[in-house]
């Protein structure tokens, strides 16, 4: 016959109630990270909207040529040339901080 004294069975049940919590712990990390991720990815199109204004803020004469633009042009062909532009500048700078990444003596390593 076994018998299990009062210590060890207490042990026990606290080596029990500790996988059972560590378990719930780590689901409940990986909840979060998930809820997380998608709050960061709603909260990046804000971040850039912000950086977007400010850049036009700090850019009046582009303001104003932007609103002129759309008074006295079609507001769809503005906003297709508008699109394009950015989609060229974007192309552009990721460009330029690729080439100019590691050391300047040695070719970019994307060739």
Known sequence: MTD???PEHRGVQLARRRA???ARSRE???DLA???AAIASRLSIVDRGVALARAVGRRPLVLAAGAALLFTGKPIKVLKWVTRGALLLS?????Y???NRGDPGE???FI
């Open 4 to 6: 299990v004294s009062a």
């Open 20 to 22: 059972v919590l560590v």
């Open 28 to 30: 409940l990390r990986g």
């Open 34 to 36: 998930a809820d997380g």
């Open 91 to 95: 192309v552009a700078r990721r460009a």
């Open 97 to 99: 901080g690729a080439m």
């Open 107 to 109: 070719p970019p390593t």
